[in-house]
């Protein structure tokens, strides 16, 4: 009886022994299998940044080409998170730590291109807006009578509220709206001038419309220094 109680213990012991071995075996290639796929995905995005920088050289920027730039980054961006009961190996081994970080910074890098690229394309769809507001308000202008301010003022009243009437690019609509309004107020000064046939109040209003109007056309100068800095800071991250 004790040599057939001995057996099973023995019999037993292998079998735990056996299930131990398989459990360390299987732990430890999923361990090398999940630092080997964050040691990739870090591989991964800095070919794809790399790609991305030369296509921006190389290619004209547009709406169309930027947004598929974005498209495919959105598709490529990975995660370096590895399965709970191994990412502890990291806060004991340099290497695993190395390849954490690596991956992190990979992976932060691209989130900030991604942001930048995104920036630059919402300035583009807002600086066609804006120009296409402007071919229009000029349009409009040239069909009516000279000092029909009731008319201009209607004509920029209208291109104002469809310009404000959207809340993307918050900062720049302000400025836009700022410049709106000093050309607004000049012409509703030269139409008071006019209706009241006086002459000096009149030319001092005319002196404000054009200032008012210089101050919109530099608008563009500040819009091609702020579309260089979001370029610029785009091109930073590489």
């Known amino acids: 009886m ?17 299930v131990t071995l398989i459990m360390i075996l299987a732990y430890g290639f999923v361990s090398w299998k999940s630092w080997e796929n964050v040691q990739s995905v870090t591989k991964n995005i800095n070919e794809v940044e790399s790609s991305l920088f030369i296509n921006l050289q190389k290619d ?32 004991v ?7 954490s970080e690596e991956c992190n910074k990979s992976v932060e890098k691209m989130s900030r291109t991604i942001q930048s690229i995104e920036k630059i ?4 769809e807002f600086d066609k807006e804006l120009s296409d507001e402007t071919r229009t308000v000029s349009d409009s202008l040239s069909k009516i009578k000279q000092n029909d301010f009731i008319a201009m003022e209607k ?3 209208g291109a104002k ?4 009437s959207r809340e993307d690019e918050v900062d720049l609509r302000k400025l836009v709206m700022k410049r709106m309004d000093a050309i607004l107020l000049a012409v509703r000064d030269l139409k008071s001038a006019n209706e009241k046939k006086d002459s000096d109040q009149f030319t001092i209003a005319r002196d404000k419309f054009t200032v008012a ?5 530099g608008l563009q100068n500040e ?16």
Do not use: G, H, P
Request: glycine letters at 0%; hydrophobic letters at 40%.
């Open 2 to 18: 004790k040599l057939i109680k001995n057996y099973r213990t023995l019999k037993l012991a292998i079998v735990i022994s056996f």
């Open 60 to 91: 004209k920027l547009s709406t169309e080409k930027l947004n598929e730039y974005l498209a495919d980054l959105k598709n490529k961006r990975q995660s370096c998170d590895v399965v709970f009961f191994i990412s502890w190996q990291k806060n």
């Open 93 to 99: 081994n340099t290497r695993f730590k190395k390849y």
């Open 121 to 124: 394309v919402s300035f583009m």
């Open 155 to 157: 004509i920029w009243t």
């Open 161 to 164: 509220k469809r310009l404000e």
């Open 213 to 217: 109007i210089n101050a919109w056309i």
């Open 223 to 238: 819009l091609t220094q702020e579309s260089q800095l979001r370029i610029d800071n785009l091109l930073r991250e590489f």
